[in-house]
């Protein structure tokens, strides 16, 4: 049974151009949940999405940042005209229900993509 | 909102017991995770608590006490690759929309 899957695990991008970030949730979770990690900070939350809905993105930066989770494929985290600023490592979690019922997996993370900005 | 303290860093020797204070602040409270991240990795699930009290579950325990805000997670029988960040992850009143603490970094010496 495949764990949460994300890649690329890094990717490099010049300021201005776009990054992509895929998260694909383990099998049987239909909830998609995104964090960010600064270098020597917690992770924070960003977004939380289900097939083709937004539950709540009170985490996302208001501008360049989006987020889907379409019906078929995996969650993409798009960030457009990057910075420096959002070099950091991206978390993808994923769960079954919502909400968490006692399962083992019930709130599983993803090994992060390190997005690096030049 | 939420507000989460532990500890920045501890440091222990092979075989020692540390104990990872968690205190926090929370809208709600529908119990609390504890993960572990080693450089680099995905955070991966050690425990939960919903119900005051211990919950043993092999060299790792945790204990909550819902009415003073407070968790913490005791390991026992230091071993080397315990060497990581333990992050404390209340659950307040919103799934999912976890905020979790900047880690306590464990370093375990020979």
């Known amino acids: 049974n495949a764990g949460v899957m994300q890649n690329p695990r890094h990717l490099v991008r010049r300021r201005g151009q776009e990054a992509r970030l895929r998260c694909s949730p383990m099998?049987?979770?239909?909830?998609v949940y995104w964090y960010r990690q600064l270098p020597e900070e917690g992770l924070k939350f960003m977004v939380y999405?289900?097939?083709?809905?937004?539950?709540?993105e009170s985490g996302m930066p208001k501008e360049r940042f989006s987020a889907e989770f379409p019906k078929e494929g995996p969650s993409i985290l798009r960030i457009q005209q990057v910075v420096r600023g959002d070099s950091a490592a991206y978390f993808c979690?994923?769960?079954?229900?919502?909400?968490?019922?006692?399962?083992?997996?019930?709130?599983?993370f993803g090994s992060g993509t390190r997005l690096t900005v030049v | 909102g939420q507000n989460i303290d532990q500890p920045t860093e501890m440091t222990a020797t092979e075989g020692a017991i540390v104990q990872i204070n968690c205190t926090y602040q929370t809208s709600g409270f529908n119990g609390l995770f504890w993960y572990q991240q080693h450089a680099g990795e995905a955070p991966t699930f050690l425990s939960y608590?919903?119900?005051?009290g211990l919950e043993e579950k092999g060299r790792f325990s945790s204990f909550l006490s819902r009415s003073k805000g407070y968790s913490y997670l005791l390991l026992k029988e230091l071993q080397m690759k315990d060497s990581a960040s333990y992050l404390c992850?209340?659950?307040?009143?919103?799934?999912?929309?976890?905020?979790f603490g900047a880690g306590t970094q464990v370093v375990v010496t020979p």
């Open positions: 099998k049987g979770h239909s909830h």
């Open positions: 992850a209340p659950w307040g009143d919103s799934w999912g929309k976890f905020q």
């Open positions: 999405l289900q097939k083709e809905n937004i539950i709540d």
């Open positions: 608590n919903v119900l005051d």
């Open positions: 979690a994923s769960s079954p229900t919502d909400p968490w019922t006692g399962e083992e997996n019930g709130y599983t």
